[in-house]
Nanobody, 121 residues
Framework: QVQLVESGGGLVQAGGSLRLSCAAS????????MAWFRQAPGKDREFVAG???????SRYADSVKGRFTISRDGANTVYLQMNNLKPEDTAVYYC???????????????WGQGTQVTVSS
């Protein structure tokens, strides 16, 4: 059983930065692809960024390319560095893990409970 807990969200002004962390527990090997999703008020959950199990491959939504960076620290922690934040980045950000591939869909095996990111103009 894998448990994911996000942290690092908060309130920031446009142009500012935040770093989200996802702490994973219950895993015995580093074989999960990890991703960040977000869900804005009244909208569907959408893919933000993903990283392969070994950390060698990353994917980003077009809306965050050049601003966000996903990284991982072994099998235990995944980060999302968010720079030059925009009001449209406001959402609840969720960490997700998949054993079967790095995908932009919601086809992940485990999910955290989310952390709120609010960007003011």
């Amino acid at each position: 059983q894998v448990q994911l807990v996000e942290s690092g969200g908060g309130l920031v002004q446009a142009g500012g930065s935040l770093r989200l962390s996802c702490a994973a527990s219950g895993r015995t090997q580093n074989n999960y692809n990890m991703a960040w999703f977000r869900q804005a008020p009244g909208k569907d959950r959408e893919f933000v960024a993903g990283i392969s199990s070994g950390g060698g491959r990353s994917r980003y939504a077009d809306s965050v390319k050049g601003r966000f960076t996903i990284s991982r620290d072994g099998a235990n922690t995944v980060y999302l560095q968010m720079n030059n934040l925009k009001p449209e980045d406001t959402a609840v950000y969720y960490c997700a893990a998949s054993a079967f591939g790095l995908t932009t869909t919601l086809n992940y095996d485990f999910w955290g409970q989310g952390t709120q990111v609010t960007v003011s103009s």
